[in-house]
């Protein structure tokens, strides 16, 4: 059964750094689109990143631009969410989202229907 499992949540204060990571695992094939959402409770989960994986493209949430960087790893299907600059308001659970059907060109973060798995979110807290 495919997974993704996601690790680097924690606490840290405002103006920080965290970085995330996700790699899937018992999946052979390649997942063209990956990406990063979070959700607060009693929200609407925010598409943060994606990326194409093939042409190496990725778009960004306006409000994470400049600060959020999101990058594959190593190890096939494989990504990493560097966070700089945290906000209180940032504070969320944060999940990573895989999918093989992923546009040619990416204008902005594609939305939860383009990504068909998903792992179980990592917490992320920014205190003031």
């Known amino acids: 059964q495919v997974q993704l499992v996601e690790s680097g949540g924690g606490s840290v204060q405002a103006g920080g750094s965290l970085r995330l990571s996700c790699a899937a695992s018992?999946?052979?094939?390649?997942?063209?689109?990956m990406g990063w959402f979070r959700q607060a409770p009693g929200k609407e989960r925010e598409a943060v990143a994606s990326?194409?994986?093939?042409?190496?493209?990725?778009v960004y949430a306006d409000s994470v631009k400049g600060r959020f960087t999101l990058a594959q790893d190593n190890a096939k299907n494989s990504v990493y969410l560097q966070m700089n600059s945290l906000k209180p308001e940032e504070t969320d659970l944060y999940y990573c989202?895989?999918?093989?059907?992923?546009?040619?060109?990416?204008?902005?973060?594609?939305?939860?229907?383009?990504?068909?798995?998903w792992g179980q979110g990592t917490q992320v807290t920014v205190s003031s």
């Open positions: 990326m194409n994986t093939v042409r190496g493209t990725t």
């Open positions: 989202a895989a999918g093989t059907r992923c546009p040619v060109t990416l204008v902005s973060p594609l939305p939860r229907a383009a990504f068909g798995y």
């Open positions: 018992a999946y052979t094939g390649t997942f063209t689109c």
